[in-house]
């Protein structure tokens, strides 16, 4: 299945966020900001990262759904996402 804006939807912000935040983060550790601030901002890249890759999955099962509701094939298999979903989990 192709990645493009339309089926990314917010997944595209939210990696922008996360990218925002990653920065900043870099930025913390190089200023010799306090541990716990750095890893309390990390974990939150993180989780920023998982939720974008958990709305790529959700849209792509979206789109193969309604693919077969008009009688077309496809784009990808749902086995397939789903091993993409437990590669995030």
Do not use: W, Y
């Not at 990390?42 to 998982?50: G, H, I, P, R, T």
């Amino acid at each position: 299945m192709q990645m493009n804006q339309e089926l990314a939807g917010d997944a595209v912000a939210r990696l922008r966020r996360a990218n925002g935040q990653l920065a900043a983060v870099i930025a913390m550790i190089e200023e010799g900001e306090d541990c716990v601030k750095v890893l309390t901002q990390l974990a939150a890249v993180s989780k920023a990262l998982d939720r974008a890759g958990f709305k790529l999955v959700a849209t792509g099962l979206k789109h193969c759904q309604a693919a077969a509701a008009r009688g077309e094939e496809a784009p990808m298999e749902i086995a397939d996402l789903e091993k993409l979903f437990l590669a995030l989990a």
